[in-house]
């Protein structure tokens, strides 16, 4: 995309911040107004990825502890550890009559800042426990909707018999996959669809029966391969007949799985990579993208149109910096984790046609609020506190005002009022850091960065204790009673428990017992994933210049698309 370069900052991080024409247009658009004045949501004071960062520290997704409901003192599965300062409420007590969220409503008080003021708010609003919604048997799960069955499943939806996975949808018999969608019996495989009984693929799709394999489409029985194309028994990348196919398998039964990966690897490094992943877009730039258009520094989206700064969306429309904002919306802004809205900045999971609210955490068909927490069907509310349109279209702008004055208008909320610390959130994976790093950054006082959490999760309950190094390679010398163990991390010596329904497929798949924690585990996956930036690159092949998500310093073969084209395809 060409834009015209208006504005030139440098962030915090000292990095280059550049705004564009589109972005000046947007901003305005963006910009409430009342009575007929807009109050303008000016450019922002940090880059791309420190405004990443700082949303990403307002979500929990994977982190999960048992505590106490606050309202019938029963035991739930929460995403807020028992040492929180928050009242926690159930999904039933929540969503019920039983309270209302005007009841905590209180007056702007000038001789305060916003963001203390807000604070106070979200620590006396009761929270819900968990984000979740038409789930069967699956208490285990987060950001997770409609699923049965399922275990440690994170921002998935439409699953059955699921574990350990994260972004999978439409899939069944799956483990320890991530970005995997209408997909059946498949562990350890990455950006994939319609997949079944396949291990170990990355960036493959329409196949099954596939093992140890790297971009492949509408292949069968393939094994330790790369950029193969409506390809079956093939094996490192070399066709051969079914029996043939079958007898090389044989030549790597007593082979380990680690070993295997090793091969993969260095397949993967010799194979040619596309620049960019996707299809049908227009005028783009990102990665893992799909009908597209006017679009830029977009990935894990689809349907999108002029939009900037996006993860994890679909149909969207003049839409910047935000994360899993999706289905219909429209006008958003620095917000996260939200569902058709239309008109909102500056917001933390709201949903259900809202429109015209800025600063707000998780309100339903709500519009023209300020500073709410929990409200839905409200219109007019400032902290929580009902006004008529006329009070409400006189006191915002002296609010914004006040705002302006402490430098708070136009920022995201501040790390350090986050109802998570640092490292429970997916910033800790997108922008890892160590404890000993981040503590000069913590702090009680809302004004500083980060918070670290070191809330210990009870040790699980076990007959006995085994360290990793000490399982037995082959899953058939695996006893029953491994479900009543806890097997210590070969990296974190986190101890973990292995459930029925894992034995029973590691069994039947023919695959060991894992050695490391799920977490562990996950965190692998994350680092196999591109960061979410584009670079200027050039092709290995012609040498003409491209974006690409690869870093220049790596080392594998990036090819154009026209190149990747008539090499693969």
Not at 165 to 188: A, G, H, Q
Not at 258 to 279: P, R
Not at 311 to 328: E, L, M, R
Not at 478 to 507: S, V
Request: proline content about 4%; aromatic content about 16%; charged content about 30%.
């Amino acid at each position: 995309m060409s834009d015209k370069i208006i504005e030139t900052k440098k962030c915090t991080c000292w990095s280059e911040l550049k705004i564009t024409e589109m972005d000046f247009d947007f901003y305005m658009n963006i910009s409430p107004i009342f009575k007929w004045v807009r109050y303008d949501i000016p450019s922002p004071t940090l880059c791309p990825e420190c405004r990443l960062q700082r949303r990403l520290t307002w979500r929990n997704e994977r982190n999960l502890y048992k505590r106490k409901c606050d309202a019938t003192n029963k035991n739930v599965i929460s995403i807020f550890s028992p040492d929180k300062p928050y009242k926690v409420y159930s999904q039933d007590e929540w969503w019920s009559d039983k309270w209302n969220p005007l009841d905590y409503g209180r007056d702007f008080d000038f001789s305060k800042t916003f963001f203390e003021q807000y604070n106070e708010l979200l620590l006396s609003v009761p929270k819900l426990w968990i984000l979740v919604s038409r789930n069967e048997n699956s208490d285990y799960t987060n950001w997770s909707a409609y699923n049965k069955n399922c275990y440690l499943i994170f921002a998935s939806d439409h699953n059955e018999d699921c574990y350990y996975s994260d972004n999978i949808y439409r899939s069944k018999d799956t483990f320890d996959s991530s970005d995997l969608t209408d997909s059946t019996l498949c562990y350890e495989c990455m950006w994939g669809t319609k997949c079944s009984n396949c291990k170990y693929l990355y960036d493959c799709h329409d196949c099954h029966d596939l093992a140890f394999c790297f971009d492949c489409k509408n292949c069968h029985d393939c094994f330790l391969s790369s950029n193969l194309r409506n390809k079956n028994h093939y094996f490192k990348n070399k066709e051969y007949s079914k029996e043939e196919y079958f007898q090389k398998l044989e030549e790597y039964k007593y082979k380990t799985v680690w070993e295997i990966l090793e091969e993969l690897h260095e397949i993967e490094d010799a194979s040619v990579h596309l620049c960019f992943h996707g299809n049908g877009n227009d005028d783009c730039l990102g990665d893992y993208i799909s009908n597209c258009k006017n679009s830029s520094d977009v990935y894990s989206a689809n349907n999108l149109e002029n939009c900037k700064n996006i993860i994890n969306w679909n149909w969207a429309k003049d839409c910047q910096d935000c994360y899993v904002v999706v289905d219909n919306s429209t006008l958003v802004y620095e917000s996260l984790s939200s569902i058709w809205l239309n008109k909102w900045a500056f917001n933390f999971w709201c949903l259900d046609w809202s429109s015209n609210c800025y600063y707000s955490y998780l309100c339903l068909s709500a519009s023209n609020l300020f500073w709410c927490d929990w409200l839905k069907n409200q219109s007019y509310c400032i902290l929580n506190k009902q006004y008529t349109r006329d009070e409400y279209e006189m006191l915002v702008p002296k609010i914004i005002e006040h705002m302006k004055n402490n430098w708070e208008w136009w920022e995201f909320f501040p790390s350090a009022i986050s109802p998570f610390w640092y490292n429970e959130t997916l910033a800790m994976e997108y922008y890892p850091v160590e404890r000993r790093d981040a503590l000069q950054y913590i702090s009680t006082d809302w004004k500083s960065l980060f918070k670290w959490s070191d809330y210990e999760t009870p040790f699980p309950k076990a007959e006995k204790i085994i360290p990793a190094s000490k399982l037995p390679g082959n899953i058939k010398d695996i006893p029953d009673d491994i479900i009543n163990w806890a097997i210590e991390c070969e990296m974190t010596w986190k101890p973990f428990r292995i459930i029925k329904q894992e034995l029973d497929f590691y069994r039947k798949q023919n695959l060991p017992i894992p050695r490391k924690h799920p977490d562990e585990r996950h965190l692998n996956r994350m680092k196999l994933r591109n960061p979410r930036k584009t670079y200027d690159s050039k092709c290995h092949k012609c040498g003409i210049n491209i974006k690409t998500s690869y870093s220049p310093l790596r080392k594998e073969m990036i090819y154009c698309e026209e190149c990747y084209d008539k090499e693969v395809i």
